[in-house]
């Protein structure tokens, strides 16, 4: 991303890996109502893979980055969203959901001061990560809502009540 760039979107994940590619169906759909639904001056929409210096290296200069992932949990909730702030402490922690390579990226990101300003990450539950295109039904169904988010206050950061890392599901 350039200095100009206020609001990196960043899509995360494999789109030959059926649900894996949640994120770029999103930013899919996003560019196909670009005419109609304009974004935000200065945003940027993005691929990268799970590699932490290439994520780094899109929101590196943004005030705001939007990260769209695929979730991999156990037991898993096909089609779940979980909605990801981060303030100053890690995004995940052992034992629990993990988005998938966020949170190598974000600890990198701290490690060298190349975390965006604020940090929003959405990841949708997977249900198969298989070689192949097209995502699950349950996970399909979320890729409107998404991209219905960068329209919408919703993905701004919310002021936090002293809790440096916030997680919502729905």
């Not at 494999?14 to 994120?23: A, N």
């Not at 930013?27 to 670009?34: A, D, F, G, V």
């Amino acid at each position: 991303m350039t200095v100009s760039t206020r609001i990196a979107v960043v899509a995360v994940g494999d789109r030959y890996r059926h649900d894996d590619g949640i994120g770029r169906a999103v930013l899919s759909r996003m560019r196909e109502h670009l005419a109609d639904r304009p974004l935000p001056p200065g945003t940027a929409l993005a691929e990268s893979d799970i590699d932490p210096g290439h994520l780094i290296r899109l929101w590196e200069h943004a005030e705001l980055a939007v990260v769209l992932e695929p979730a991999h949990t156990r037991p898993s909730h096909p089609g779940r969203i979980y909605r990801l702030e981060l303030n100053t402490v890690e995004l995940w922690r052992p034992g629990t959901m993990r988005p998938h390579g966020l949170g190598e990226a974000v600890e990198v990101a701290r490690q060298v001061n190349r975390l965006p300003r604020h940090l929003v990450a959405y990841a949708v539950e997977t249900s198969d990560t298989s070689f192949g295109e097209g995502l699950s039904e349950p996970v399909a169904v979320k890729v409107d809502f998404l991209a219905g988010l960068g329209r919408v206050s919703k993905v701004f950061p919310r002021r936090s009540s002293g809790c440096p890392a916030t997680v919502r599901a729905w």
